[in-house]
């Protein structure tokens, strides 16, 4: 968690539609964003600490007098998650195993992986108004469209919340923007199949990324290219009689 990095920012990615951008978007500083409406705020995620949890409620109480009424989790990730639990009387909404990898993952336990990190006095908070496959929402009457998509790919869980009427997705960590897609506990496959059949037909004009910075759907083709190189530099590797290890040594990461 680097100490340098710029302070998070709140962008206004459409009309009452916020992105909390926190930099530099490396593992565990995620991207979260919030709908702020006349009844109510709406949140997409939680961040990865108490600490930034309670930087991210201060920037919501500076744009909205509302409380935060509905929370939705992209995914089960702590980054995304771990916060849950500071917003009381908010409803969180997930996919069915969102709620299960959540209670699965329990309370931070990352051995040394991050370094002496002051997670805070975090509880666990799994969502308890779940779907199977989509549900929707409204912030006002704006329409938002909470979708699983349908099958693995950066986690088992993965939801998106697209906002039709104003071309606005909040793609959770299916889309990293500067950074490496992570997709040791999904699916480079699945992924591929999500990101091609799912969300570039969308035509999002506007999409907030998990991590890094709003960006629009030219991320998706980057996505995908690391994706496909992936793939493709595993099946020479495994053609050539290579350990997944050889073949990453041996690998010209290119772009
Ligand atoms: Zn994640």
């Known amino acids: 968690m680097s100490s340098a990095s710029a302070p998070p920012r709140v962008e206004e990615v459409s009309d009452g539609v916020f992105a909390y951008i926190q930099p530099d978007g490396t593992w565990f500083i995620n991207n979260t964003g919030f709908l702020a409406g006349r009844a109510g705020v709406i949140s997409v995620d939680a961040c990865s600490t108490e600490r930034r ?7 919501i109480a500076a ?27 908010a409803t969180i909404v997930a996919h069915e195993k969102c709620r299960a990898e959540i209670l699965a993952a329990g ?28 549900v929707t929402l409204y912030s006002d009457d704006l329409r938002c ?15 998106i919340v697209w906002i039709p009427a104003r071309s606005v997705l909040f793609a ?12 040791l506990m999904g699916s480079v496959t699945g992924a591929i199949g999500v990101l091609a059949g799912l969300l570039k037909p969308l035509g999002a004009a506007t999409i907030v990324p998990g991590h ?34 050889e073949t990453a040594r041996q690998t010209d990461l290119g772009q």
């Not at 949890?53 to 920037?59: E, F, G, H, Q």
């Open 107 to 134: 309370l931070p336990n990352f051995g040394g992986l991050f370094g002496d990190v002051d997670w805070g006095g975090i509880e666990l908070a799994p969502p308890f108004l779940c779907y199977d496959d989509r």
């Open 63 to 89: 744009t909205s007098a509302q409380p935060v009424r509905t929370l939705v989790n992209t995914h089960h990730h702590g980054d995304h998650t771990h916060g849950n639990y500071l917003l009381r009387g």
């Open 172 to 183: 959770g960590d299916l889309i990293f923007n500067g950074g490496t897609p992570f997709m």
């Open 145 to 159: 469209e909470v979708r699983y998509v349908g099958s693995p790919a950066h986690t088992t869980n993965d939801s």
């Open 212 to 245: 890094g910075d709003v960006c629009g759907p030219e991320a998706i083709d980057d996505v995908l290219g690391y994706l496909r190189f992936v793939l493709d530099t595993a099946r020479q590797g495994k053609a050539a009689g290579l350990s997944p290890l």
């Open 53 to 59: 949890t309670r930087d991210y409620l201060a920037a």
